[in-house]
């Protein structure tokens, strides 16, 4: 579990930025954007007006050139080396924004996954697809978003071989394997934690044992599906017994009853199209196949027992 | 500090002595846009007698042609300098400085040479390395790098 993207920002006051390391990308009114070079680039920006300095980026892919895992020692290296470069005190920066999160291998395919992660309470939920595949979804509100995303997807296109190589011996990467990436992604810090948080704040311990509980959190406030047993049987399956169990999956998740609901639809046909004989023969049939289906307590794509792990691991590894 | 780090720091150049001089050396390949076209290596300064001196290999010079645009051509009137140490750990390089401390920059320069720097060398630049806490790994990767190169 570790922090990925940040966006710090430092008033200079009366210090100059020291821009030797960094390539001018662009100048607007009022601030430049510079690149600075590492496995990767981040972003800097300098305000004038403020003397302001905003240093933006994925300090992992900074200095390993991945994201799959980086240390607090990798952290404090890569900020050392940045702050040595652009002679600033970067560990007494104001926190602008960050994403805290962890990759974890599942059990099944992430797209299954994904879709059995339906929403969560007071948060919108977006999802992401390549083709018809459903790659990721964001549950937003106004301080923070979730993510969910097919992190093998993102190894396989956008890591090169060596690196990928490196994840097999150093992290035990299988390229057969399912792995997916759940991230808080702080978007207002100051909202979020009710007050301003500086980077060296947020590097402390105790500071990210709560991250990593507030990642449980996140995860357990997603709504799953996928609760229903499967019939054994493949003659307890017909077409009308597959939406059925959909529906009574979404059931407690958006606080409706799939009986009383096809009631109201069947008495909304008009007589001349079903007679009262032709509704209670359809309805029979659909209480036969509702008897087909029975739910289990919890989805089976639930992986929280696996987050708990490693959450317990991290902390005392 | 990872290799992959480290190697999106580093820069290596070669350079080669001019026929009929003493300590004269041109570019003959790397990156143009980082130090100047010719270095002189040798210490023209008279040496103080000091322990530190005593550790002190030799020294590189350089200065940006009119025409020359490079990493450090704003600094210093458009010389560059370095001290160049003995590095006892790594004794297969000649030595290494920094360039320019004066000027709040840590860039590490580590010379290899197979002659001594009598005919050639190469200078293997680490930019923000310069510190003491980066020289062992900026030496082992470079070790690592050298052996891996073919000959």
Same mark, same amino acid.
């Given at each position: 579990?570790?922090l ?8 200079l006051?009366?210090d100059?930025l020291c ?21 990767n ?6 305000k004038?007006a ?9 300090i ?5 050139g991945?994201?799959f ?12 080396y940045? %702050? !040595?470069?652009?002679q600033?005190?970067?560990?007494? !920066?104001?926190?602008n924004?960050?994403e805290? !999160?962890t990759i %974890?291998?599942?059990?099944f ?7 059995n992660?339906?929403k969560?309470?007071?948060?919108q939920?977006r ?9 990721g979804?964001?549950f937003?509100?106004p301080?923070?978003k979730v993510?969910?995303?097919?992190? %093998?997807?993102n190894i396989?296109?956008k890591l ?5 190589e490196d ?6 990467w299988?390229?057969e ?9 702080y ?6 934690f009710?007050?301003?948080i500086y980077?060296?704040e947020?590097l402390?311990s105790g ?5 990593k ?7 357990n ?9 499967i019939?054994?049987h493949k003659?307890?399956?017909n077409?009308s017994?597959i ?10 998740i958006?606080n ?10 069947l008495?909304a046909?008009p007589?001349?199209v ?7 023969a ?8 509702l ?6 307590? !919890? ?8 987050? %708990?792990?490693?959450?317990e ?5 | 500090m ?13 350079y ?9 050396f041109y ?10 076209e010719?270095?002189?290596?040798g ?6 007698v000091?322990?530190?001196?005593s550790?002190?290999k ?6 940006y042609?009119k025409? &020359? ?5 704003s ?11 003995? $590095? &006892?750990?790594y ?8 360039i320019? &401390? ?5 860039d590490?320069l580590i ?10 060398f190469e200078?293997?630049?680490?930019r923000?390395?310069?510190k ?5 790994? $900026? ?13």
């Open positions: 579990m570790n990925d993207y940040i966006e710090i920002s430092k008033f006051n009366k100059k821009s030797d390391y960094l390539q001018l990308n662009a100048r607007y009114d009022g601030a430049e954007r510079y690149s600075f070079n590492g496995c680039k981040i972003e800097v920006w300098h004038e403020s003397n302001q300095v905003v240093v933006k980026g994925s992992p892919y900074f200095i390993n991945h994201n895992y980086s240390s607090h020692k990798d952290w404090i290296e890569g900020l050392e940045i %702050q !040595g470069c652009l600033i005190n970067i560990f007494s !920066g104001l926190v924004c960050f805290f !999160g %974890q291998e599942i059990p395919p992430e797209s299954d996954f994904l879709r992660h339906i969560a309470k007071g948060m939920v999802e992401y697809k390549k083709g018809n595949i459903l790659t979804k964001e937003d509100s301080s923070l993510k969910l995303y097919d992190v %093998q997807r396989k296109n090169d071989k060596p690196i990928r994840l097999s011996k150093a992290y035990a299988d390229k394997k399912h792995y997916i990436k759940l991230e808080n992604h978007k207002k810090p100051e909202a979020h009710r007050g301003n980077l060296n947020l402390s500071f990210q044992q709560s991250l509980t507030g990642l449980l959190t996140s995860y406030s997603i709504m799953k599906t996928g609760n229903s047993i019939p054994c003659g307890d399956i077409a017994t939406p059925l169990m959909i529906l009574k999956e979404l059931e407690s958006y409706f009853n799939t009986e009383e609901l096809i009631k109201g639809k008495k046909i007589e001349d079903f007679s009262p004989a032709d509704r209670k359809r309805l029979r049939t659909i209480r036969d196949n008897k087909k289906i029975s739910l289990q307590g !919890g989805s089976p794509y639930d992986i929280k027992e696996l987050l %708990q792990a490693r959450i691991a991290s902390t005392n590894p | 990872n290799a992959r780090f480290i190697e999106s720091c580093h820069i290596p150049m070669g080669e002595l001019k026929p009929e001089t003493k300590g004269s570019q003959s390949w790397g990156r143009r846009d980082i130090l100047p010719r270095i002189s290596l210490i023209f300064a008279q040496k103080r000091s322990q530190k001196d550790k002190k030799n020294e590189i010079n350089g200065i042609k025409t &020359e645009d490079g990493l450090y051509s600094l210093n009137n458009r010389k560059i300098h370095s001290s160049i140490w003995g $590095a &006892e750990e004794p297969e390089f000649y030595g290494y400085g920094i320019d &401390e004066r000027y709040s920059i840590y590490l010379l290899y040479s197979g002659n001594n720097c009598s005919n050639s200078i293997h630049l680490f923000g390395l310069g003491p806490e980066y020289l062992p790994q $900026a030496f082992s990767f470079l070790r690592d790098y050298l052996n891996k190169k073919p000959q």
